[in-house]
């Protein structure tokens, strides 16, 4: 039996960013949903079961950190990826309930999208 794919939340309010991103875990055979909305992204973290949100920290409506926060109290078996475009952006300690390390933090350009895949594969805990 075929194992489930991945379910990951892509979070960035960069539409090329996030369409381009989106169409490459998909090709990826992830199974992805995606939104340029914080609020958004918490509206379907509280209705969905997603494995990953890849989010990145500067948001309109909330910072990527605060959205992680709020979002792991609701669902704490989600993982998250934080990509961001700040290269000197160390996770804070405040994110380590959410397991978020500094091997969770991604910077743009993702030095390749397939290491990027492979990175959540891993932190998501799949093969």
Known sequence: M?????RV??????IAVLRSLTAFLEDENFDVLSTNSAKEA???????TIDLAVVDVRL??????????????????????????SLNYQAPASLAIAGVTQANVVYKPARSLSAM???IRRIAGGT
């Open 2 to 6: 075929v194992p489930a794919p991945i």
């Open 9 to 14: 939340l892509v979070v960035d309010d960069d």
């Open 42 to 48: 918490l509206n379907i973290l509280a209705i969905e």
């Open 60 to 85: 309109r409506e909330m910072d990527g950190e605060e959205l992680i926060l709020r979002a792991h109290a609701g669902r704490p078996t989600t993982k998250y990826v934080v990509y961001t475009g």
């Open 117 to 119: 895949a492979d990175d």
